[in-house]
């Protein structure tokens, strides 16, 4: 298992977004892992385009699967780690076609099997608040098969993110420690510009990630681009790993409605701003686009 380790990254962009744009329908519970069943060669164009706009991580359509979703929709537990896994492989032949199509490309590319929080099962946007009133072991419980599953498609590292808790990081942390070749990037989602969603301190959640070997990665994602310059100079300061931001557009996300509120910020205005502040892993969340990469990828390029 190979991961990405030193100098500036480009992440993809938004998954979701951009099924949605392509006629699918994500209005259900499984959001995006919906289409992992329906669809699954519209994921593989997906990431494909992202590589092919520059990015060199894809992050898989696996964020708001889970076993409980996937078993309410009536399929088996083995049904269930076929399509997580799958996830992964969908990533990484993506990956394997844009390499063979472009053989003069010497840019790495790496597939990261998203590990979304507990919240994001509940399809009522409590990751975005960390409310869930879980203890510790009851999401390592939770998490404990889903990571389990996806490891054993071989991806390059887990991304597990949007997360909105300490709590939940410590939860990730222990079962990460169960697979001891494992790699992981951990990010959350923040209220402000210094404290998680649940109101932790960042600068503690970084300074518990920088102690673990097998997190070669910490940051932030979906979060309102205007908070994020702040979060990774505390984060920066804790850690010498390099410091992971994939925005949101700063529109708000009602659950009730199921749908995106306000206005949006082109965050690839704010790419210097990050990069000088420690920031060395950028993408983009949800709302993004291809063309957002491809500015990402231009002044990670020095364009």
């Not at 975005?128 to 404990?144: I, M, P, S, W």
């Not at 409605?257 to 000088?276: K, V």
């Amino acid at each position: 298992m190979s991961h990405p380790t030193t100098g500036l990254l480009v992440l993809d962009g938004g998954l979701a977004t951009e099924l949605a744009r392509r006629g699918h329908d994500l209005s259900d519970a499984l959001w995006s892992a919906r289409v992992l069943a329906d669809a699954p060669e519209a994921i593989e164009a997906v990431h494909r385009e992202y590589f092919e706009a520059g990015a060199n991580v894809a992050i898989t359509a696996s964020y708001q699967a889970s076993f409980a979703g996937f078993g309410a929709r009536g399929y088996s537990h083995g049904d269930t780690v076929r399509l997580l896994q799958q996830s992964v492989t969908l990533a990484q032949a993506a990956r394997a076609q844009v390499a063979a199509s472009d053989s003069a490309t010497t840019r790495d590319m790496w597939v990261a099997a998203s590990v979304g929080p507990y919240g994001a099962t509940l399809h009522d946007g409590s990751e975005y608040r960390g409310d869930y009133g879980l203890t510790e072991d009851e999401l390592v419980a939770f998490h404990r098969p889903r990571m389990e599953a996806l490891l054993g498609a071989g991806p390059d590292l887990l991304a597990c993110e949007t997360l909105p808790s300490l709590l939940e990081a410590r939860a990730i942390v222990r079962v990460l420690r169960e697979h001891p070749d494992a790699r992981a990037w951990v990010t959350f989602t923040c209220r402000d510009g210094a404290h998680t969603c649940a109101g932790d301190a960042i600068a503690e959640c970084a300074e518990m990630l920088h102690a673990e070997a097998q997190v070669v990665a910490m940051g932030v994602n979906c979060v309102d681009p205007v908070l994020v310059t702040p979060l990774v100079r505390i984060m920066a300061a804790a850690t010498n790993k390099p410091v992971i931001v994939y925005p949101n557009s700063g529109e708000l996300w009602n659950a009730t409605a199921r749908c995106w509120e306000g206005s949006a910020t082109r965050f690839t205005g704010y790419l210097h701003e990050w990069i000088e502040a420690g920031a060395s892993w950028i993408g983009g969340c949800c709302r993004t686009t291809p063309e957002d990469i491809k500015v990402v990828r231009a002044v990670v390029d020095g364009g």
